[in-house]
């Protein structure tokens, strides 16, 4: 395999354990709350079924969100929220009112994301670790400190960069979708 394949596919798995590392943990969690209150039957009939629900949500909301107008909002190279809150604004420069209003919405949604993303690591540890109460009840004692443990070497690692996470977290991430697949 010459040279730039191989980078390729280093920087391909990475990108999938930084990238949607996110995407497949919420599996862990998006089951446990389906089936763990007993409302659903746990049969295989309802696991696909749920399983194809969780697909089409995703792949939906890719879909319509991200393809027809997340990837349509360039303001000069730059995307995301505040890309699309100043073209959305530079639309309506002549209404001062709506520009305030499309302001407070961009924050809103601002303030969303980081809450996600301060919030989503936790869940996402917290909900995997869990999983070893299934195991043995014995854990249960184990799972707060064991997450916080986590989450303190993830953020002591964190400071590589996300090329020295990609490269932990791609290939655990590329099992976890095969064997989930």
């Known amino acids: 395999m010459s ?3 191989s980078s390729l596919m280093a920087l391909t798995v990475g990108a999938i354990g930084v990238v949607y590392g996110d995407i497949g943990t919420s599996v862990l ?3 446990k709350e389906v089936f763990g209150s007993g409302h659903v039957a746990f049969t295989p009939e309802n696991i696909y079924g749920i399983l194809s629900i969780f697909f089409w949500t995703l792949t939906t909301i890719v879909s319509v969100k991200y ?3 997340v990837l349509r909002a360039d303001n000069h190279g730059e995307g995301g929220l505040v890309a699309m809150l100043a073209l959305a604004s530079q639309s309506v420069k002549d209404k001062p009112q709506l520009r305030k209003v499309l302001l407070m919405v961009g924050i809103f949604g601002t303030c969303l994301f980081y809450g996600d993303g301060v919030i989503t690591p936790a869940i996402s540890v917290l909900s995997a670790v869990e999983g070893l109460e299934i ?3 014995a854990f249960t004692k184990a799972v ?3 997450t916080l443990l986590i989450l303190f070497a ?3 690692v964190q400071k590589r960069g996300t090329t020295g996470i990609g490269k932990f977290f791609g290939p655990i991430t590329l099992v976890w979708f ?3 697949a």
């Open 67 to 69: 393809v027809t107008l």
């Open 154 to 156: 993830l953020f002591v």
């Open 135 to 137: 195991v043995s009840p």
């Open 3 to 5: 040279s730039n394949k």
């Open 144 to 146: 707060i400190p064991l």
């Open 178 to 180: 095969a064997a989930i």
């Open 29 to 31: 969690y998006a089951l």
